[in-house]
């Protein structure tokens, strides 16, 4: 259920907030790389890092997505991740030519997984 302004920010070099719950329901925030596929958010992150041990665990998930222009237009995205292992590797390779122009040189060890947000509720801000 994107909008026209979360597949623009999404397509764009746009930073994202990614919010996790622990286990006691605090939030937890990380900065990615994100972006758009089959109506879905997509993003990546190393297996065994705390997102995906949050994901694991409870798979509510918000997604803040600035515009880098004018970041008071942005959107939140709510709603329910899910984990695949098939097409990691490029997809980082995707998200770091479109954020840096370069190819992904891996910096962390251990396999990457994508995380998928299936997108329940969107707030816009500015659009």
């Known amino acids: 259920m994107l909008t026209d302004l ?3 920010l999404l397509s764009g070099p746009n930073f994202a907030t990614v919010a996790t ?4 329901g605090t939030p937890h925030q990380t900065v990615v790389w994100a972006g758009e596929r089959d109506g879905r958010v997509i993003f990546s992150t190393v297996r065994g890092r705390v997102k995906e041990r949050h994901l694991l665990a409870d798979p509510r998930i918000s997604v803040l997505v600035l515009d880098a222009a004018d970041p008071y237009r ?5 709603g329910t991740a ?3 292992d098939e097409g990691a590797d490029a997809l980082i390779d995707e998200m770091s030519r479109k954020y840096t122009g370069e190819p992904w040189v891996e910096r962390a060890t251990g396999p990457r997984v994508n995380v998928l947000v299936d997108v329940e509720r969107v707030i816009e801000y500015g659009g």
Do not use: G, K, Q
Request: no cysteine; hydrophobic share 55%; proline share 0%.
């Open 6 to 8: 979360a597949r623009e």
């Open 21 to 24: 719950l622990t286990a006691d």
């Open 74 to 78: 942005f959107v939140t995205l709510v």
């Open 82 to 84: 899910s984990l695949e």
